[in-house]
């Protein structure tokens, strides 16, 4: 049984940093890209990072220069390291897992994660 439990998420004051973690169970880690993504009130799914094995990632413009997506293949661990946060960047966080490889198109993605809450207050 595949799982992917996120954490780290909280509150937040803009300008600050946030780290979420997802860790996998159940699945061979290195066959998997991993990928970020979020759901902010109202809006629509969107892809925020990718990552593969290799460590070759992939961001949406949005969040470039200040977002890093990094993974532990060790640990069976994914992260998303996220600074100068904003207010649009407050939204419920979301990991997941795809065999395709680095993608951003959320539909090939085989497994999600519960999500973790992000706030980012003005």
């Known amino acids: 049984q595949v799982q992917l439990v996120e954490s780290g998420g909280g509150l937040v004051q803009a300008g600050g940093s946030l780290r979420l973690s997802c860790a996998a169970s159940g699945l061979t880690f290195r066959n998997y890209a991993m990928g970020w993504f979020r759901q902010a009130p109202g809006k629509e799914r969107e892809f925020v990072a990718a990552i593969r094995w290799t460590g070759y990632a992939d961001y949406a413009d949005s969040v470039k220069g200040r977002f890093t997506i990094s993974r532990d293949n060790a640990k069976n661990t994914v992260y998303l390291q996220m600074n100068s946060l904003k207010p649009e960047d407050t939204a419920v966080y979301y990991c997941?897992?795809?065999?395709?490889?680095?993608?951003?198109?959320?539909?090939?993605?085989?497994?999600w994660g519960q999500g973790t809450q992000v706030t980012v207050s003005s």
């Open positions: 997941a897992a795809t065999r395709t490889g680095l993608t951003s198109i959320e539909g090939v993605y085989n497994y």
